[in-house]
């Protein structure tokens, strides 16, 4: 199961005010954070397990179970009473979503996909294709059985394709 401060982080390359004292407050935890157990959890991440222990009271798990405590013992990211308070002094969701910035996680999407987004992360954008000004090839691999490639060679024979040739690579026989 995924924790539940992953599933509700933001990404890293998101719009940060830096004027707002809870921001400050959490950049302030990241420099005294520097080179302990915590400095091993990207930045976003754990931005996300400070605002998800402030919020929510729950102490986050640590991603990285092989990685211990000086004194051998496991590590755990507790600092509750210090982010519930930030929590409760900035009261309410201090975090904002925003439709103006879009976060698509390294998918592909069609151009009709996309809203009025004014910042977009992580988008792989794909035209349809285009047989009129892109010529493609179909390339078979067959090493074993001759009768599936065939069987694939035969039903391309008998419909409406795009490709512009097929090309069957077997491997060489003697029989």
Known sequence: VMPASLVDHINGNAVYNMTHPLFKSILKELRAEEGTLFDAVPYDYRISQMAHEGRHGTVPE?????MTNPDGRPARLHRKKKFG???SRYAGNPLKESRLVANFAESNYLMKHLRNEALVHGLNVYEPLNPHTHQISLVVSAWDDRRQHRNLLSK????NHFFREVVVVENSRDD
Do not use: D, K, T, V
Not at 62 to 66: G, M, Q, Y
Not at 156 to 159: A, F, K, R, V
């Open 156 to 159: 391309l024979e008998n419909s």
């Open 62 to 66: 640590f991603p990285f179970r092989w």
């Open 85 to 87: 308070m930030w929590w």
